[in-house]
């Protein structure tokens, strides 16, 4: 499966000097933008539409009906922020840190994930559909009840994640790592993985295996 990445807007470059904060109800839309700290804000109905931010630091923060579309982010850091609830639609994370980050209950269309740092980070209860993760670490994030469709994993690692309640069938991990992962039994049927995948599951469930 390919993944058509969202394009980089065609827009000049903001200056050093230039700053922008982020409030209630504002929408930006057609920016770019490098090197802000817009950290520990809290935050409702913001949106960015066809923009694309490097370097852009955004730790701690709660942004409640979060709205983003056609976004880049470039080495960015989003650490432990809550997107609870959000959408996003054409997202491209590419090297961001993006650890205890908070995606639960989420929409995600059309998103790519590549080179991200990505551990303890939720997708409880998202909705994926057309998604990559391209040489991402997902160690210890919540896979839980998710619903998904295209959802492709390529070179990544997932030991310790949580897939409980998320059905399997069609997902292939054959292309990732992991030493232990947790899945809900009954929901098995149809994962595709290595024989040495499949002793690692198997060894989780409890199965005495012998040589």
Known sequence: MKIKKPVAPLL???TETDFISLDDELVIE????KDQDLSYQD???LVFRECRF???TMNRNHLER???SNVIFDHCDLSNTEWIGASFHQVHFHQCKLTGTNFAESYLRDCFFEDCLADYVSFSATNQKVVQFHQTSLKDTEF???TWSNLLLDNCSL???N???TKLAGLDLTKSTFEKIAFSQELLRGLKVTQEQAITIAAGLGLVIKE
């Not at 057609?30 to 933008?33: A, C, D, E, S």
């Open 43 to 45: 935050v409702r109905n």
């Open 12 to 14: 000049p470059q903001l």
């Open 163 to 165: 897939w409980f309640h």
């Open 66 to 68: 979060f709205d983003c």
């Open 30 to 33: 057609g920016l770019v933008l």
């Open 159 to 161: 030991t310790g994640s």
């Open 144 to 146: 839980v009840e998710v």
């Open 54 to 56: 490097d370097k852009i």
